[in-house]
């Protein structure tokens, strides 16, 4: 992973409440060094992020239960790359029989702010199908997330750009099974990779694939939750 994928292309590094970011006044030896580190110990990143040069927060595994703004359960975990999409497919077979569908995509936007397709109504199997073919765009681009929806019930799964898994809803015992089952510890006091200045990674090859799976969704509308 290069300063190609970083920088020359797309970049978006979040900075929150930061005085001054780590990566100021890196020599570019020293930035390539720090993007081409993927492995935390244990844990493993996709190619979509990377923490802060100066790792304020180390990236781990683990999941934490939050309540959202309306008052209802949220689940956050973070997963070690060769657990990732398995898990987040595991998670999304509890849902269906027919879902709905958000892409979260900072692709067609000039200002880097990302954008959310609305797709309503789709067969649970057919979107599995899909999902597991555009495998390497979810876990790799960091300017795509995914999210099933089952509105009737509010509830919701997320892959997000972040690499994330977010489960939301009223009763969420099958997402912590799952979650369990995968060997992803309880840690209420984990702090993920967003709470953090961060780098995301994207590159043109994303970009298209990213448009292609638009296309094969049906997604074209403005998602306002």
């Given at each position: 992973?290069?300063?190609?994928?970083f920088?020359?292309?797309?970049?978006?590094a979040?900075?929150?409440?930061?005085?001054?970011s780590?990566?100021?006044?890196?020599?570019?030896?020293?930035?390539?060094?720090?993007?081409?580190?993927?492995?935390?110990?244990?844990?493993?990143?996709?190619?979509?992020?990377?923490?802060?040069?100066?790792?304020?927060?180390?990236?781990?595994?683990?999941?934490?239960?939050?309540v959202?703004?309306?008052?209802?359960?949220?689940?956050?975990?973070a997963?070690?790359?060769?657990?990732?999409?398995?898990v987040?497919?595991?998670?999304?077979?509890?849902?269906?029989?027919?879902v709905?569908?958000?892409?979260?995509?900072?692709h067609?936007?000039?200002?880097?702010?990302?954008?959310?397709l609305?797709?309503?109504?789709?067969?649970?199997?057919?979107?599995?199908?899909l999902?597991?073919?555009?495998?390497?765009l979810?876990?790799?681009?960091?300017?795509?997330?995914i999210?099933v929806?089952?509105?009737?019930?509010?509830?919701?799964i997320?892959l997000n750009?972040?690499?994330?898994l977010?489960a939301?809803?009223?009763?969420?015992?099958?997402?912590?099974?799952?979650?369990?089952?995968?060997?992803?510890?309880q840690?209420?006091?984990?702090?993920?990779?967003?709470?953090?200045?961060?780098i995301?990674?994207?590159?043109?090859?994303?970009?298209?694939?990213?448009?292609?799976?638009?296309?094969?969704?049906?997604l074209?509308?403005?998602?306002t939750?």
């Open positions: 992973m290069g300063l190609r994928n920088f020359n292309l797309i970049n978006k979040v900075q929150p409440a930061m005085p001054q780590s990566f100021e006044g890196l020599t570019e030896l020293e930035l390539e060094t720090h993007l081409a580190i993927a492995r935390y110990g244990d844990f493993e990143l996709t190619d979509a992020i990377r923490p802060s040069y100066d790792l304020q927060i180390v990236p781990r595994e683990g999941w934490r239960q939050d959202h703004s309306d008052g209802i359960p949220v689940l956050l975990a997963c070690t790359r060769q657990k990732l999409f398995g987040f497919m595991e998670l999304v077979g509890t849902m269906g029989p027919y709905d569908t958000v892409l979260e995509t900072s067609m936007t000039s200002d880097g702010e990302h954008r959310d609305y797709r309503e109504g789709i067969d649970l199997p057919v979107l599995q199908s999902l597991w073919e555009y495998e390497d979810l876990m790799n681009d960091g300017w795509t997330g999210a929806l089952e509105p009737d019930v509010r509830r919701e997320q750009e972040h690499k994330l977010v939301y809803g009223n009763d969420l015992s099958a997402e912590k099974d799952v979650l369990r089952n995968a060997g992803i510890a840690n209420q006091h984990i702090k993920f990779i967003t709470e953090n200045e961060h995301h990674s994207s590159s043109e090859t994303y970009q298209r694939l990213c448009n292609a799976l638009r296309c094969q969704l049906g074209d509308d403005d998602y939750p």
